[in-house]
């Protein structure tokens, strides 16, 4: 019998096995291209052998297999080695051109998606294949235009188009995304930039350069940013002007610039054309597209180079535009419509009202602004006639205008941008304002934006922000330009708009704006800020001017300051509005003594507390400045002392209070009671105490100094040496004792002043002789000897005013024990007639003593008694203490004073009970 091994054996020998995998391409059920990895190092090995390197056709066979094997897109772990070959072959091709058509084929095949076998080939090969993208634009070296447009062609559309929709087996094409991304950080973008110097005889590929950058540039700020570091902007711009006989150069030039602009550093952008190369292509295409633009796309087309001549004169001031000739060319072209030249580039040249032409007037505004700020650009700003354009749109505007006129809603937006320019320039060019009677023009519109004719403004620009429906726009800035016109401070300009009658129209415009009932709106409050800014530059310094603003003025300024305080938290700045208020009556009220009494007769000085009470603190110090010389009038100082506020609180008191708040929070020392703490630093607050002492030029102020200026203390000691310091109305004790430290402000100051020089002289190790040490050393003596002298007044003062406390205290105990006086007369005069009629004997003594009080009164001499005129008073037989006469009212007792029960009382006990007594 057989064992169980052989058994077994048997058993598993009938059991059939599978020795191979059936896979998805033996079932033929996989879907998709197939794509076999080859051997494509062996290619490699081919063309660099030294040994086989001569062999072209095994060469361009090899090629030919690689072509046709990856001709749906080369796989991400063969990209190393396909480069390599591209690089040999691009060396060769240097010397034999037939590698030059396979070349091209392959980088053909690079214009499809790499394919990935793994998702995670995309983090593995991602290095790999940013290198690669940098390769493909290395390739532009290659001096062939049909390798150079086929690189450019597979850029565009490896950054631009998604993969095809095709399927391979085991293999996946990358996004779009993925490729956008490796073209980004491999920095083609540079490469590209730089190929332009390769290809300046080849218009075609130039184009297609330019085309690839407008491509790479256009969403993409990492590109920018490259093709800037490459000077993307400069060697654009220099070939402007370079042989373009479809016109599309320089078009896509100029979308460059913008997709430059947009997404990359404009500073960068400006610093590269403000040159004379870039500037002189600029001027030179512009000029061109100025006179020979006829279709829309021209127009566009020169409005986009004037956009870039704006930006390099915003971001460089040193840009060349007056060597090149640019700014005159500019000029020019911004003047000819209002002014008459004979230029023949302008000779034939007129503006249509198109959105184009309008657009172009604006910028040709701008930029010769922008431009003003070179010294040079202002005399040929002056010479060009440029104000005398300007001030042309100072006018009203016209309701009926011709076809070839601009619209009313153009006219407007222009004559707001002129009116701004205008503020810039017309300060720098004062004789041709008077040349153009500037200060009329300005004042007749102003005077028209007063009026009530039915106008309505568009409000369609920047310009006419706040001023649709109405004149506010034009109002605005006409004030502006006469603000900026007379913040120069020139004579002439000031003497000139005195003379037109500006301060008369100027307050008309606040008095309509005051008993206007419409809101206020950021525009208004603007307006009346300038205005009254001007109207103070104007009346500033002359009696006769200021005599001028009148009572008008000060009418207008005190309906003004009667305004009520809720209007400081509107929240559009009307804060601005009253320091303005504040500014305009220091300038053109104060400083002329009839201006100041009327000033004073409408309760000025009043009005001026009141704002200082209930304005904010930003506002405390000129407030109190401009009090402070309203005080050299003698008139005012009772009127100060007269007012009082909501709280019945005086202005000493107040400005006291403002002291102490001052010192709170400088961190001033002082003890609860607000007594000096330090003796030897009455004044120094946190700052001044934490700070070093350094020794400074003498031309630099010290803290102590600037102390001075940075709080409102030394204006509240003027203001108390106006008044005096002392039999000041409505003070209390706290203010008095911090009235000691105001009356030694100068003195304690003058202490600190010595104190940092004696430090000073120590910090640079000098020693003082001995005469200057002793004078030192008396002065720190004396300034803390008058600290300890003023702690001690102080303290005087608190102690006077307790002990006065405790007067008060019981003289209040007095009033009250007085107040218990009469109820206690009132029970001993009861208790005392309870004993009258309940005790015969002391009804008689009480009797006795009243005829003795009645004796004592009458005259002592007795004879005039005995007189027979004499005539008795005294009823005889009458045994009662009180003076009585034929009648007699007795009042009854209530039982409940004898009983203390609380019974209810009888009818009698209500009411009188009268006795009559006949005799």
Avoid at 548 to 573: A, C, D, E, H
Avoid at 576 to 592: E, P
Avoid at 786 to 803: G, Y
């Amino acid at each position: 019998m057989p064992t169980n091994m052989e058994t077994t054996g048997a058993v598993r020998s009938k059991v059939p096995v599978v020795d191979h995998v059936i896979t998805d391409d033996d079932m033929g059920t996989k879907e998709g291209i197939k794509v076999n990895p080859i051997e494509i190092k062996k290619t490699l090995k081919l063309l660099t052998d030294p040994h086989s390197e001569g062999l072209v056709e095994r060469h361009i066979s090899a090629l030919k297999k690689i072509i046709r094997h990856y001709k749906n897109g080369f796989l991400m772990q063969d990209i190393v080695s396909i480069f390599n070959i591209l690089n040999v072959c691009a060396e060769k091709a240097a010397t034999d051109h037939s590698y030059l058509p396979y070349i091209t084929d392959v980088i053909k095949i690079c214009r499809l998606p790499f394919l990935m076998q793994q998702t995670s080939d995309e983090l593995a090969f991602q290095q790999i294949i940013i290198e690669a993208v940098a390769q493909l634009g290395y390739l532009m070296r290659i001096d062939s235009k049909e390798v150079r447009l086929v690189v450019c062609e597979a850029l565009n559309i490896l950054y631009t188009q998604d993969p095809p929709v095709t399927k391979f087996q085991d293999y996946k094409p990358a996004s779009l995304v993925y490729n956008k991304e490796a073209v980004e950080k491999s920095a083609v973008a540079e490469t590209v930039v730089k190929s332009l110097a390769l290809v300046e005889g080849d218009f075609d590929v130039k184009l297609q350069l330019l085309l690839l950058m407008q491509t790479l540039s256009g969403e993409s700020a990492i590109n920018c940013e490259h093709m800037l570091t490459a000077d993307a902007a400069f060697t654009i711009c220099s070939r402007l002007n370079d042989s373009d006989p479809t016109g599309r150069f320089l078009f896509t030039s100029c979308e460059i610039m913008w997709n430059l602009l947009q997404h990359g550093s404009a500073d960068t952008i400006a610093a590269q054309l403000s040159n004379l190369s870039c500037l002189n292509a600029i001027k030179e295409s512009f000029k061109r597209q100025m006179i020979e633009s006829y279709s829309h796309y021209d127009r566009q087309l020169r409005n986009d180079l004037l956009v870039l001549a704006n930006l390099v004169a915003s971001n460089c001031s040193t840009a060349p535009f007056v060597e090149t000739g640019f700014l005159k060319q500019l000029i020019l072209f911004t003047t000819f419509q209002e002014t008459r030249s004979h230029n023949a580039l302008v000779k034939h040249l007129k503006l249509s009202t198109n959105h184009e032409d309008f657009e172009l007037k604006k910028l040709l505004m701008n930029i010769v602004v922008v431009l003003s700020s070179q010294p040079a650009g202002l005399s040929l700003i002056s010479e060009g006639s440029v104000l005398l354009s300007f001030y042309s749109y100072l006018r009203s505007n016209e309701t009926n205008v011709s076809s070839r006129d601009w619209s009313l809603a153009q006219f407007e937006e222009l004559q707001l941008q002129a009116m701004a320019a205008l503020a810039t320039l017309a300060p720098h060019c004062i004789e041709e304002h008077m040349t153009c009677q500037g200060s009329t023009r300005i004042l007749l519109l102003v005077e028209w934006c007063m009026e009530d004719d039915g106008f309505k403004g568009h409000g369609n620009s920047f310009y006419g922000e706040g001023g649709r429906g109405s004149k506010l726009a034009q109002l605005f800035y006409a004030i502006r330009l006469m603000r900026a016109l007379v913040s120069t401070g020139e004579e002439v300009i000031i003497h000139d708009f005195c003379d037109q009658g500006a301060v008369h129209t100027l307050l008309d415009c606040l008095d309509k704006f005051c008993k206007s009932s419409a809101e206020h709106s950021a525009v208004t409050v603007d307006i009346e800020c300038d205005i009254l800014f001007i109207i103070s530059a104007l009346c500033d310094g002359d009696p006769h001017r200021k005599e001028l603003f009148g009572g008008q003025g000060i009418l207008v300024l005190v309906k003004y300051l009667r305004s009520p305080s809720k209007t400081y938290n509107f929240g559009l700045g009307y804060n601005k509005v009253m320091l303005s208020v504040v500014d305009c009556v220091w300038c053109s009220v104060i400083g002329c003594y009839q201006t100041e009494n009327t000033f004073l007769e409408k309760e000025g000085a009043f009005l001026l507390l009141d704002l200082f009470e209930k304005c904010p603190r930003t506002m405390f110090n000129i407030i109190l400045g401009c009090l402070l010389d309203l005080m050299e009038n003698p008139k005012t100082i009772p009127h100060v002392l007269t007012w009082s506020s909501k709280t019945h609180q005086s202005a000493p008191s107040l400005l006291i209070s403002m002291w102490r708040l001052e010192e709170a929070d400088m961190g001033v020392i002082r003890d609860s009671e607000g007594v000096i703490a330090d003796t030897n630093h009455p004044l120094i607050g946190t700052v001044q105490r934490d700070s070093d002492v350094l020794p400074l030029p003498a031309r630099c102020p010290t803290q102590a100094i600037v102390d001075i200026s940075e709080n409102m203390r030394a204006k509240i000691y003027a203001f108390f040496s106006r008044i005096g310091f002392s039999d000041i109305p409505g003070l209390s004790t706290e203010d008095y004792v911090t009235l000691t430290v105001i009356e030694k402000f100068l003195d304690f100051k003058l202490g600190e002043v010595w104190s940092e020089i004696m430090a000073e002289l120590e910090a640079e190790g000098i020693e003082p002789i001995s005469p200057d040490r002793q004078a030192l050393e008396a002065i720190s003596r004396v300034i803390s000897d008058r600290s300890q002298a003023v702690q001690l007044a102080q303290k005087d003062l608190l102690s006077n005013q307790h002990q006065q406390d405790l007067l008060d205290e019981q003289e209040m105990y007095a009033e009250i024990r007085k107040n218990h006086q009469q109820p206690e007369k009132s029970a001993k005069n009861f208790t005392e007639f309870v004993a009258r009629t309940s005790n015969y004997g002391v009804l008689k003594q009480a009797k006795a003593k009243q005829q003795q009080s009645i004796d004592a009164s009458r005259v002592q001499n007795g004879g005039y008694r005995k007189m027979k005129t004499f005539h008795k008073t005294e009823l005889p037989g009458l045994q009662t203490t009180c003076f009585s006469g034929r009648h007699v009212m007795v009042e009854s007792t209530a039982l409940l004073k004898f009983t203390g029960t609380p019974t209810a009382p009888s009818p009698l006990d209500k009411r009188d009970i009268h006795a009559v007594i006949v005799t």
